[in-house]
């Protein structure tokens, strides 16, 4: 069996440097495709495959992990964090705030220490896919080592997207 050749990102050092398993996976990067683009690719449910969102509060910038068919309830989110409101980050800030592109967001080895919320529900899951730091490359990790590598804090903030 061949080894796979995959970018060793600075999530992929992360992940290595706190000893978590994982398997690569390459999809073809379409803009704005999204997680439906890749649990189409793969042959996955997108419910397990987890975005990584950049957003900001009036006071801080945070990171929030959501299965791919849901959206986050910005209302819901700051109540539960107790904030005045929550919106998406800009793709300048979001790349200075992760190091990250654009569409290959990870929350793994990111270039500032931020809050890192992620929806309850993701830690239900033996097993998901999330971004391994550029565009067109995923990884699938167990769920429950998110918690390994990150500091978490669950929240309930998921809503169907329709």
Known sequence: ????????????????????????????????GGTHQTSLELNVDEYTVVKTLVMESESEQFIVLMHGNL????????????????????????????GYQFGGTSPFGMRKSVQVYAEDTIFNLDEI??????????????????????????????????
């Open 1 to 32: 069996m061949s080894k796979i050749d995959f970018p060793v990102t600075t999530a992929i050092r992360a992940l290595r440097a706190n000893n978590i398993e994982f398997t690569p996976f390459f999809y073809e990067y379409t803009e704005k």
């Open 71 to 98: 959206e986050v309830s910005t209302k819901e989110l700051a109540r539960q964090i107790d904030c005045k409101r929550i919106d998406s980050c800009s793709q300048d800030t979001a790349l200075k705030i992760t």
């Open 129 to 162: 896919y999330i971004n391994g730091g550029k565009r067109g490359f995923i990884i699938k990790i167990k769920s429950q080592d998110l918690m390994k590598v990150l500091k978490i804090i669950k929240v309930k903030a998921g809503i169907n997207k329709n």
